[in-house]
């Protein structure tokens, strides 16, 4: 019943070797207002986190994201739970949190392939995909390029050209989800009981393909009635949704910015080409500025690197080493509130002594 959800041996293992029997587990589809909709052995429940998951959590991914699999347990009656623990995560499709402060933020948990949407209308952004790719290879998940909009593609031959020479090796799909029949293009694509997450710009078509995978009026078949802490009624919708076929799809909310919270390792593997060339130069730490025998200016003057491409990776290098200097600030800062935490807690314990 669980493995429906996408439970598997991985999650068994480290449930299995670390919790008493009588907990179970439920996966996250929904997070509204500190309160979390699982997906249980019972079907849907309502969850919220225990006093000692608050107490001791630090950081903001010590917390239930969509798609996680959490340690519950479990009141059939009231169809309620008490969330333990997070169990590990197999990939997270992350983003630094939007402000200043270099936090990481889950944006879905345990999805085992990333659709990155793009429109090939006027916000048709090859530089965007990059970004999205390099997001996608640190998550741990496969990634797909999605081309929507060919109906009202400005150069559709053009375009395509241009993302296949970036996704190298990585599947694209071209369609238009209001013309073609979209269902029958992801089919080799989702797998039973395999979680797919859909990522892009607002306005690129991500909800029109899962509403035409979901093939019923999505609004109705996903609303949640919830209750707030004043008693008074809402709803929302599920984002961890479960198909027909078998596969389970995450529909994220829109998201207006995406920063990078990646690693130097993840961006040379994104651009293995850029990667390819630097270790061609003469010198070992080229900088390919004016060094002779550099083969990435070669590249970029014989055109075999495009240099908007090449561009785009210095942006994002610069970015990433600048967040890298920010997260060891802020790793210090959470490594205090842990030990604070630790602290109050000895000193309360003492006390009842
Ligand atoms: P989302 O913000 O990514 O979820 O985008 P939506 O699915 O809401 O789509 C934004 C707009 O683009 C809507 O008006 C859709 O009808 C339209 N749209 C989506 N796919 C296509 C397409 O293939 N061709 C055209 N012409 N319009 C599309
Ligand atoms: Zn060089």
Redesign the pocket.
């Known amino acids: 019943m669980l493995e429906t959800f996408g439970w598997n041996t991985f999650f068994e293992n480290s449930f299995r070797n670390h919790f008493p029997e009588d907990f179970t587990v439920g996966r996250i589809a929904l997070e509204h207002k500190e309160r979390y909709e699982l997906y249980t052995s019972i079907g849907e429940v309502w969850g919220e986190i225990s006093g000692k998951l608050r107490y001791t959590a630090v950081g903001r991914t010590d917390f239930p994201a969509v798609g996680d699999w959490v340690v519950i347990d479990l009141r059939p009656q009231e169809r309620s739970a008490t969330i333990h623990a997070v169990l590990p995560r197999k990939t997270k499709f992350s983003r630094k949190v939007a402000g200043i402060e270099a936090e990481e933020q889950i944006v879905a948990a345990n999805v085992d392939k990333v659709f990155i949407?793009n429109g090939l209308d006027g916000d048709f952004s090859p530089r965007r995909i990059e970004r999205y790719l390099l997001l996608t290879r640190e998550s741990g998940a496969e990634p797909i390029i999605v081309l929507?909009?060919?109906?009202?593609a400005s150069d559709l031959d053009n375009q395509i050209q241009a993302i296949k020479t970036i996704a190298q090796t990585i599947p694209v799909i071209t369609?238009?989800?209001?013309?073609d029949d979209t269902p029958s293009r992801f089919l080799p694509w989702l797998h039973m009981n395999e979680t797919a997450v859909f990522m892009?710009?607002?306005?690129?078509?991500?909800?029109?393909?899962i509403n035409a995978l979901i093939g019923r009026d999505y609004l109705k078949t996903q609303e949640v009635r919830t209750v707030d802490s004043l008693g008074k009624h809402t709803t929302t919708h599920r984002e961890l949704i479960k198909l027909a076929s078998g596969a389970l799809v995450i529909d994220t909310p829109?998201m207006r910015e995406l920063q990078l919270w990646a690693s130097e390792e993840g961006l040379n593997q994104t651009f293995s080409d850029i990667e390819a060339l630097a270790s061609q130069c003469r010198f070992s730490d080229c900088r390919h500025d004016q060094e002779p025998g550099c083969a990435v200016k070669a590249a970029l003057e014989n055109g075999t690197l495009d240099e908007k491409r090449y561009k785009n990776y210095c942006k994002m290098l610069r970015e990433l080493r600048y967040l890298e200097l920010r997260q060891d600030s802020n790793a210090a800062r959470l490594e205090k509130m842990k030990w604070k935490k630790i602290h109050a807690a000895f000193k309360k314990n003492n006390k009842r002594k």
Do not use: F
Request: proline share 0%.
């Open positions: 949407v929507n909009k060919t109906d009202i369609l238009s989800a209001t013309h892009g710009s607002s306005g690129v078509g991500k909800s029109t393909i829109g």
